[in-house]
T-cell receptor, first 114, second 112 residues
Framework: DTEVTQTPKHLVMGMTNKKSLKCEQH?????MYWYKQKAKKPPELMFV???????INESVPSRFSPECPNSSLLNLHLHALQPEDSALYLC?????????????FGSGTRLTVV | GEDVEQSLFLSVREGDSSVINCTYT??????LYWYKQEPGAGLQLLTY?????DMKQDQRLTVLLNKKDKHLSLRIADTQTGDSAIYFC????????????FGTGTRLQVTL
């Protein structure tokens, strides 16, 4: 298995809803990442997990809450989002050391906040 | 610094070659990538180059890396209408944690 699987592919949520995005990989990668991409802009790093521990939080608002329950799964819990949070959310994984060759992106979850 | 810059737009005629340029500032980058993104779609990895290489060729794609000038380019030979998309370069750096930093993106328009 050489893929990163993200679910759901599309999500529409209200500003008072709580939802979660899910990311899964079975490549044995111990680094996992969340990126946010607005239309026609480059992806921006949000969080990095290394060996299931949060190693980078790029000053992301607390309404986004990441979780890495095990080495194959990465979740992003969403609560009280704003319409400007509508974007494509990309998950990626890689080996921790010399991860450049193994960096793999999922196809993303397109989130719309209404 | 980790700024990665690209020109915003490039227009070429079908059948011509396209050259998309990228400049970066972090000399510790170990890998540099080119991704393609079509409207409404996710990222498609086109190719990557290790920092100790200066050229890599893969079918219609040629990547050139000038590490001294921190300049990366992607040449697409015989450009087709299906190549119309946004192209992002990205650099992989290690430090507190490894991560990819993306360039600003170049929109390639292929005309008949």
């Amino acid at each position: 298995d050489t893929e990163v699987t993200q679910t759901p592919k599309h999500l529409v949520m209200g500003m008072t809803n709580k939802k979660s995005l899910k990311c899964e990989q079975h490549m044995g990668h111990r680094a996992m990442y969340w990126y946010k991409q607005k239309a026609k802009k480059p992806p921006e790093l949000m969080f990095v997990y290394s060996y299931e521990k949060l190693s980078i939080n790029e000053s992301v608002p607390s309404r986004f809450s990441p979780e890495c329950p095990n080495s194959s799964l990465l979740n992003l819990h969403l609560h009280a989002l704003q319409p400007e949070d509508s974007a494509l959310y990309l998950c990626a994984s890689s080996q921790v050391s010399a991860g450049g060759q193994s960096y793999t992106f999922g196809s993303g979850t397109r989130l719309t906040v209404v | 610094g980790e700024d990665v810059e690209q020109s915003l737009f490039l227009s070429v005629r079908e059948g011509d070659s396209s050259v998309i340029n990228c400049t970066y500032t972090d000399s510790s980058s170990t890998y540099l990538y080119w991704y393609k993104q079509e409207p409404g779609a996710g990222l498609q990895l086109l190719t990557y180059i290790f920092s100790n290489m200066d050229m890599k060729q893969d079918q219609r794609l040629t990547v050139l890396l000038n590490k001294k000038d921190k300049h990366l380019s992607l040449r697409i030979a015989d450009t087709q209408t299906g190549d119309s998309a946004i192209y992002f370069c990205a650099e992989y750096t290690t430090g507190t944690a490894s991560k990819l930093t993306f360039g600003t993106g170049t929109r390639l328009q292929v005309t008949l």
